[in-house]
Structures are given as C-alpha cells and as structure tokens.
C-alpha cells in the first residue's frame, strides 16, 4: 500500500459525499450506515441526486431530510429537462420547507428517444430561474466538465456555456469525474481568464468495478487514460486488485489535484464508504 506524502496533502481540504436515493428500505438503512461512517470525516455537505439512473424524485427528498435530520448539510440536485417551471417552482419550495440551503442545479438527460419538450433547455435557464423565484435562499452548485461534456460542440463552446450558469448566478462548481489532473487545471486556467472566480471542486469517482468503470465513462466522456484501462482489463475478476490500484491512482490524482489548489473533493461514493475511506486515508483526511 502507498503513503501519502506529508506536505503534498491538506487535512483541511473540505469534502462533499454524494448519494442517490435508495430504491428499498433495506437501502435505506444501508446508506444510513454508509453515511455514518463518512460523517466522521467531518463533510462541508452532502449531496443527493435526481431521477439519475431512474431514482425517484421523492427519493432525492427524503434522502435530504434523512440527512439534515442527522445535523448535516444536504444539497437535493435539481434537473430541469422536460420540466414544467410549476413543477420546478414545486421542488423549490419544497426543499426550503425542508430547511435546504444548498442545491445542485442541472440540465439532466431525457432517456433517447424523447424530443426536447419542457420549459428549460439548458441548466442556465434553471439557474436563472431559481435566482428569479427565490432569490439568495439558496447556494447554487453546477455541473462542470474539464475534458468537455459529451454534447458540446467544442471545448470553448462548453466552457462558455459554463460561464453563462455562472453568469446567471451560481455560487461554485462540481466537476464531472477525471483522471487527469492537467485537464482540471487547464479548465480552471481557463475559467479564471474569463473573470470568473468561483470554486471549481473536483468530482472523484473512486476505481473498485472495472465494467462499471469503463461503461458510465463511455456515457458521460470521462476518459479513462489508456494505462489505467489496460491495467484495469488485466486484472480480470481479481477485485482485490483493481481496488488497491484503484486506491493508488485515486489518491494520487487527488494529492495532485489539492497540491494544485482545488478547494476541496466531492466523492461519487455510489452508495459505497469503503473506497472512499481509503482514498482519505491516504490523503490524511
Ligand atoms: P448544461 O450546463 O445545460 O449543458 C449541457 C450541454 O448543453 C453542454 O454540452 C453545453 O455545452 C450545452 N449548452 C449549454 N447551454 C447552451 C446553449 N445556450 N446553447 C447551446 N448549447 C448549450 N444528472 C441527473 O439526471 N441527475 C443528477 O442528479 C445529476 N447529478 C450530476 C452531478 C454532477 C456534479 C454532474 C457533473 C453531473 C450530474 N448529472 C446528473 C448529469 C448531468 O445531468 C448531465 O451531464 C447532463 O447531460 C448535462 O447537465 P448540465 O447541467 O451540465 O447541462
């Protein structure tokens, strides 16, 4: 097992945890557990997604409420395509019932096949809406994406449209996950040479399931760099080995990424605390 480098990591580095909504009662009392033993590494907040991979909607509010119960801050994820505004109007208002502060505003995918109905287009408009209807009741986080959401046109496309969410009034940024640190910096170079300022947190996609890996990068173009997919194949079945190189490269990659600044991690725990933990572990977090 690797150790991490005293100097090169920050024990203060703020972490975010996200989940998605657990689909049974015996999921629920799973991720109550798995929540449990990642609050003890003290996150900023966590955060919930929405009608991802066919979550309910009522999932994302519970999951919220289960957790500010629990004296953590929580942030619902909010996506818009194919929304009504009175139906976004409805989770807004919901949320602040539930004494949500923070939330993730996003565009979402239709599943193909569906025609781009709705009132919202882009995860701008939803910005710009919730900054209309509520005003600062909530801290807005949006998607960024370094190595360039699939459906742009180009990376400066991408990056303006990226500027347009903040434009419209977002508080700071959760990257879609990355193995490259040079593209992560690239991306904030170029963020700042626009004038803007806010956070950019790294989202980390801890390595334990090579398939699952390989098969959610190819849909939201996260490139697996060539020498981790063939050392990924290599391993075959062998979990125990694709864990503990996953363990290595996640830590490094996030060592790199503190050594460069980032303000802070926002794992993708998959409902999962084991390979997180590791990677703070190493990181001394
Ligand atoms: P946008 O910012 O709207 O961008 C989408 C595409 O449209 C980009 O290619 C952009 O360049 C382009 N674009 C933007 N504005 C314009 C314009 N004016 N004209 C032309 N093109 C434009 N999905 C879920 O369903 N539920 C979740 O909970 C969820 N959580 C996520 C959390 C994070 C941190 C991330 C990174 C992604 C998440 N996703 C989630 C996935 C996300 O919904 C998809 O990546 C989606 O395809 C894009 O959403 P967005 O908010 O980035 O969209």
Known sequence: MRMASAQSVSPRVNLSFEFFPPKTPEGADKLRAVRQRLY???PEFCSVTFGAGGSTQEGTLQTVRDILAEGVDAAPHLSCIGASRDSVRGHLRDFQAAGVKRLVALRGDLPSGYGIGGEFHHARDLVAFIRDEMG???HIEVAAYPEMHPQAKSPLDDLQHF???VRAGANSAITQYFYSAAAYRRF???VRALGLDVP???GIMPITNSSQLL???EVCGAEIPRWIRLRLQSYGDDRESIRAFGREVVSSLCEELI????PGLHFYTLN???ATLAVLDDLGR
């Open 40 to 42: 003890a590494r003290q």
């Open 136 to 138: 600062s009741a909530f």
């Open 163 to 165: 500027a347009d969410k």
């Open 188 to 190: 904030v170079d170029d």
């Open 200 to 202: 950019v947190v790294p």
């Open 215 to 217: 098969r959610f990068s």
């Open 259 to 262: 050594a460069s600044g980032a």
């Open 272 to 274: 999962q605390a084991e």
